[in-house]
């Protein structure tokens, strides 16, 4: 397996632009995590899925940002509009069983710059 | 104050040298605990894992979880230069839907030849 796919792994937008971070999971994963990692904040989780559903969006950071999964092998992060504070790096993982389990795989992730 | 404190380092010891990376944490509900590595530009990959108190041991690498004094640790023995990483601890209740996993900010690693 190719484990977790992330793209783009390079973004860099100017502010108020939209932005759309894409991921991959690891093919038969029920879970899948968006996180966001940053040098102040460590690394924190923005939502996650179970077999597409949304099941908790609590860490997302406001009405900017949304998540969606259309299918089993597809997420997208879209921050609409962008601003310089949304300058991190953004993970998806994907795992097994639920968040609380201790294997979750992380994609390469994508760095994000907004000028 | 955060639910997972952890040193940010910057953490740099001679190859060979046994190193020692920690963690405390406020929330006594915490019953698994990992520890990951996340190199230069890379996703974080689970290193170790341990159920409640006690040590587990794994080649090189000891994880020690301390559930009285809130308290977890990493140690690496004969350390290398390809341990340079950074090291975030994790946590979290159980492995039931609603229990997530609370990183710490992490710990970067650097062993000179």
């Known amino acids: 397996d190719a484990g977790v796919i992330q793209s783009p792994r390079h973004e860099v937008t100017e502010m108020g632009q939209e932005v759309t971070l894409r991921c991959k999971p690891i093919?038969?994963?029920?879970?899948l995590f968006w996180y966001r990692q940053t040098m102040m904040r460590g690394l924190e989780l923005l939502i996650y899925?179970?077999?597409?559903?949304?099941?908790?969006d609590s860490g997302m950071p406001e009405d900017r940002f949304s998540a969606k999964m259309p299918n089993a092998s597809f997420s997208t992060l879209k921050i609409q509009p962008s601003e310089p504070r949304d300058s991190a790096v953004y993970f998806c993982?994907?795992?097994?069983?639920?968040?609380?389990?201790?294997?979750?795989?992380f994609g390469p992730g994508t760095r994000l710059t907004v000028t | 104050q955060k639910e997972v404190e952890q040193d940010p380092g910057p953490l740099s010891v001679p190859e060979g040298a046994i190193v020692s990376l920690n963690c405390t944490y406020s929330?006594?509900?915490?019953?698994?605990f990992m520890w990951y590595r996340q190199y230069s530009r890379k996703g974080p990959e689970l290193l170790m894992y341990t159920y409640s108190s006690g040590n587990k041991e794994d080649g090189r690498f000891t994880a020690q979880v301390d559930k009285s004094s809130k308290y977890i640790s990493l140690f690496i023995r004969d350390s290398q230069p390809s341990d340079s990483a950074t090291y975030l601890c994790?946590?979290?209740?159980?492995?039931?839907?609603?229990?997530?996993?609370?990183f710490g900010s992490g710990t970067r690693l650097s062993i000179r030849p």
């Open positions: 993982a994907s795992s097994l069983v639920g968040p609380g389990a201790s294997e979750q795989y």
């Open positions: 994790a946590m979290t209740p159980g492995y039931s839907s609603a229990s997530k996993i609370i």
């Open positions: 093919s038969g994963h029920d879970y």
């Open positions: 929330n006594s509900a915490f019953q698994y």
């Open positions: 899925f179970n077999n597409n559903v949304p099941i908790d």
